[in-house]
């Protein structure tokens, strides 16, 4: 696995001190799909290429990561690329289709359609492209901000194997939960197996902090969550943990996202994870006192708050900082930037961030 030694030194690591859990003189603050469709400059970007083709252009990559820092003083960055790269390293076609989204011309149908997969230990060596992207990107920040890399949960990416795509209610991925239980876990166990060294490696690239999206935590309920989903999540933290350790690689913080999973909170808060993040449904204020002290918590203004003017923006920021309280917290929206949104919103929500918490910290 390359190592990469030499990047330029962090000048501002803020988000990764609230990450750890340290204080913070200002709350830091990112946006979940930053680098996107609502900015003019990532459109004319994107314009000339196929959505996987941009992904597997470390030079693209790393020019749509850069754009929203030119634009706004995020405190971190986070790579451009798609959860679906995984699936498709294990061998499966995936297409974006304009209007519609990602679509699985061959989805997995019958338990024997495992056996289509690619051995997941070659995931890394397919997803070199990924590796080349961080390492290009952390170099060009220069040091500026944090380089944040992710992937999919298995559960997560999952659903899109077994839907062949977007889905209201996720009843083909789920009918396997129930009447495939066994191919189910294989199943996990196979993305797991892929997901491990994959984020190892996004880590020897130049990451510095890694989160996992768990996008379709809320179509299952509590206990199916807690037999397919939360194991294999937890097992994904502790041996990302143990193989940076074997390698020699620094530890880095791990985020957790798992999207309407607010009945798992406190499971997730024990998850292995320094961060948890949190959608807009939840109060901040229960969210702290059900994971209490211990983990920082990440999130979580409605995302079309963002629709609002920009005082009524600074608003909400304000009494969202309130809630959460000044340290063990980073700040983003409860989900990701839809491709609508004004660029200039985004960038009040930012400063408002910025300016609200300084206050909060000198009261």
Known sequence: MPRFQGFPELKNDTFLRAAWGEDTDYTPVWCMRQAGRYLPEFRETRAAQDFFSTCRSPEACCELTLQPLRRFPLDAAII????????????????????KGPSFPEPLREERDLERLRDPATVTSELDYVFQAITLTRQQLAGRVPLIGFAGAP??????????????TMAQAKRWLYQKPQASHQLLCILTDALVPYLVGQVAAG??????FESHAGHLGPQLFSKFALPYICDVAKRVKARLQEAGLAPVPMIIFAKDGHFAL???AHAGY?????????????ARERVGKTVTLQGNLD??????????????????LDDFGPQHYIANLG???????????VGAFVDAV??????????
């Open 303 to 320: 995302p079309c708050a963002l629709y609002a003017s920009k005082e009524e923006i600074g608003r909400l920021v304000q009494q969202m």
């Open 207 to 212: 990451a510095q902090a890694l989160q996992l």
């Open 80 to 99: 451009f690329s798609d959860i679906l790269v995984v699936p498709q390293a294990l061998g499966m076609e995936v297409t974006m289709v304009p209007g």
């Open 354 to 363: 910025h300016r609200h918490s300084r206050l909060l910290r000198q009261n």
């Open 335 to 345: 989900h990701g930037l839809y491709p609508d949104m004004d660029p200039e919103h």
């Open 155 to 168: 559960w997560t990416l999952m659903t899109y194997m077994i839907e062949g795509g977007s889905s209201s």
């Open 266 to 268: 406190e499971e997730l």
């Open 274 to 286: 320094e961060v948890v993040g949190l959608d807009w449904t939840v109060a901040p204020k229960k």
